[in-house]
Structure formats: C-alpha cells, structure tokens
C-alpha cells in the first residue's frame, strides 16, 4: 500500500510538471509573437487593422506623407505610387531595362509630388496625379545615390556618386539642387567622393549632405558654396535636418553620431556606439534624435541637449532601420527580420510588435505619427499607430486545456500500469 501510495504522488507531481510545462510553454509562445499573425488585406483605414499592398517585386524603399494618407515606394528599377484607399498602386513607373534599380524616393509633405534617383543616371520629378514624370535630369556622370524634397515639394536635392569602388579609381561626388519648375539644376557642388546622403529643411533653406570623403556638408539653397564642412573619422553614411534647418544630425562609419548648430561646423556633441550606424532620423524641431545601428542592433534614442541617450533598445537583431514622428512622440524601429516596433519616446518598450513576415525592406512613419508603412518581398505594410495586436486570450486557453486534458491522461494511464502491475503480482 505504502508502495502504491508513494508511485500515487510521484504521478500527480509529474502531472503538475506537466502542467506548468503547458502554461510556460503557453507564455514563452505568446511573448516572442509565434504562431500570431497581424491582421491584414482589409482597406479599413479608420480602425485598427493593418492593409497590405502588392506590388510585383521586392520593395527596397518606402516614404510616407505627412498625414499617411500616400506613400511611394521603390522596388528593383520602379516607382510605386498609392493611396491607402486603394490596394493598388494609383500608378507606377519603370525607370530602365531589367538590372536598374530606383536608389531613392522622397515625397513633400502633402503627397503632392514625389522626387526618384536611379540608376539610369536620372532624378526624376512626379506629380501625383499620374506617372508621367514633370520633369527628369540626366546626370551623366553616375547614379543619385540619394534625394530628398522639401515639404511643398518646390525644391529637390540629391547626391551623386562618380567612379567604381576598385582601389585607386578617380572618384567624385555632388550635390545638385533644383526647383520644381525646371529640370535645369540651380547649382551643383563637386566633393572629393561619393554622396551617400542628402537630407532637406521643410522650406528647402538649408541642404545637408554627407559623403564618402568623410565630410558632412551644410548648404544655403542661395548658394552653391557650403556654408561650413566638417571632417569626421570615416565616411559619413547618414544626415538628417530639422524641419527649420536650425539642428543636423550625421552617422559616420567611425561609429559616432554628431549633432551640429546651423551656424557652426564644431558639433554640439558626438556619441561614440561601438558599431556602424544604419540609420537615422530628427524629429520636426530637432529635439528627438533616433539612431539605429548595423551591426549591433541597437537603437538610441538622443535629446539635443546631450549625448547621452534617453534610453537604448538592444532586443534582437540587427540592421535597425528608424523614423520619427514631427513632434518626437512616436518612434517607429524596423529589424532586418521583418519585425517593426513603435515606442513613445518616454519608454524603450514597445508599444507594439508586427512582423511582416519577411525581410524589411524600407519603412517610414507619418510625420502625423498616425502611420508606419513598411516593406517587404512583394508586399507593402500600412500599419496604424493604435494598431492592436491579437487577442492571444484563446491560445492560453487552449494550451492550459491541452496541458490539463495531457496531465489527466498521464494519471489514468499510470494507474492503469499501476493497478495492473498489482493484480499481477
């Protein structure tokens, strides 16, 4: 009896390991997002649901306007165009032969009109109302690496490259600036290497570029001689401006991040992060500085007034690509993964998770900081702020009820064993 007492408990405790085992396993499921999948397909703008978008190829690219109301995307050698009414395109573009890819897309603020660099040695201007482009430049020289427009679309910058990446070539760079109405440059400003990056103020006063050369670039649009440069350690990757133009933010390959005044070349401050930078954004007024790393995925949230961060999100993955709402407030963190996030900028934790099941490539937020587009293999993502991941309350369920179902088996089966075996004997 005593026997039969002792292999009693030793069923019932492993039937309790069992079902701690199914209610873990249950929690562990839900906290890393397996087996939950967004809601999507539905043109619902005014709830909470996600839409998605097809195109034909791979999306490379994605910029929003500034109410999420259009976005333009880039993939392999064209120009997307959408409403988010619509789950098709409202027109698309190609840019060249098969092998030619769009470098870069920027939109104004209303959506109005939409700016293309692409291999085909072009900068393309687009109205909204159809795919025949306003106007294109031919740039003899090399492809824009990238373009960026000023928020009522009436000025374009972008930045080109010269010569291969072979050892020992003759390389260059510029910086080109043009008005809306005319594809005839306002002016040009030759560099010692490639413009990886250029970036706008709202009303196109200010221009800054960053290059190859290890230069960050500060222009007035009056004029094609920079009203200061500064040298970083390594090639400069990434600017961002403020709208007014007063603050411009730069990533470097030497792994800092500099903040400058419009009205000197001595950075305010340098943060050093340890590994390459992605990516980079500014909010409206300059204060929010969002920062994301290549390698060692982390992402850094700055204000203007000292290097160090607010908070730091190091979670999984790298290549972190950033946006920023206007006012500062939302945070939007996309992972090469497919993963995309949004904090508020009083917190590093998410408000949200969505996987867009596939590798990230391009993401933006509205300056409205009411939308995140984001894209991927042949899909794009319009995913609002109040977005409300699923209930996982059914999941929890089921696996508490399978772990109970699992344990009660286990009992009737060792009993049945036990009472056998003691018969028998």
């Keep these: 009896m005593r026997r039969k007492v002792k292999l009693l408990k030793y069923i019932l405790i492993g039937a309790f390991i069992c079902e701690l085992l199914f209610i873990n396993g249950a929690e562990i499921f839900i906290l890393n997002g397996w087996g939950v999948s967004g809601e999507e397909n539905e043109i619902n703008v005014s709830n909470d649901k996600v839409c998605s978008y097809a195109i034909g190829s791979y999306v490379s690219g994605v910029m929003i306007s500034s109410n999420g109301q259009y976005f333009v995307a880039r993939s392999g050698g064209a120009v997307y165009f959408f409403n988010k009414t619509n789950h098709t395109p409202l027109w698309n573009y190609t840019t060249g032969s098969t092998g030619n890819r769009v470098r870069s897309v920027s939109i104004s603020s209303d959506g109005q009109y939409i700016a293309a660099g692409s291999d085909t040695r072009r900068i393309y201007l687009f109205n909204k109302a159809n795919s025949t482009p306003l106007w294109y430049y031919i740039e003899t020289s090399y492809e824009p690496f990238s373009v960026a427009i000023s928020s009522d679309g009436q000025y374009i910058a972008a930045g080109i490259g010269n010569g291969s990446g072979a050892e020992g070539s003759v390389r260059y760079g510029k910086v080109w600036i043009f008005n809306k109405t005319s594809p005839a440059p306002l002016w040009n400003y030759t560099t010692g290497d490639w413009i990886l990056s250029v ?103 700055f204000n203007n007034t000292s290097s160090t961060p607010l908070w730091t999100y190091s979670k999984g993955g790298d290549r972190k690509v950033v946006a920023i709402s206007s006012d500062g407030q939302y945070i939007a963190v996309g992972r090469g993964d497919g993963k995309v996030y949004l904090f508020k900028n009083t917190s590093s934790i998410p408000l949200w998770k969505y996987s867009i099941g596939e590798v990230l490539g391009g993401m933006a937020i509205s300056s409205n900081g009411q939308y995140v587009v984001a894209g991927g293999d042949k899909i794009i993502y319009l995913i609002p702020s109040t977005y409300k991941p699923p209930s996982n309350d059914y999941l929890i369920m089921i696996m508490i009820i399978g772990g109970l179902v699992f344990a009660v088996l286990a009992v009737f089966v060792f009993l049945y064993l036990f009472n056998k075996r003691v018969l028998s004997t």
């Design 199 to 301: 970036a706008i103020s709202s009303n196109g006063q200010y221009i800054a570029a960053g290059g190859a050369d290890k230069k960050v670039y500060l222009f007035n649009k009056a004029s094609s001689t920079p009203l200061w440069s500064y040298e970083a350690g390594e090639s400069v990757y990434s600017v961002a401006i403020s709208s007014d133009g007063q603050y411009i933010v730069a990533g470097s390959k030497d792994n800092n991040i500099y903040l400058f005044n419009n009205t000197s070349s001595t950075p305010l401050w340098n943060y050093t992060t340890g590994n390459s930078l992605y990516s980079m954004a500014i909010s409206s007024n300059g204060q929010y500085i969002i920062v994301g790393g290549m390698w060692d995925g982390k992402v850094h949230l």
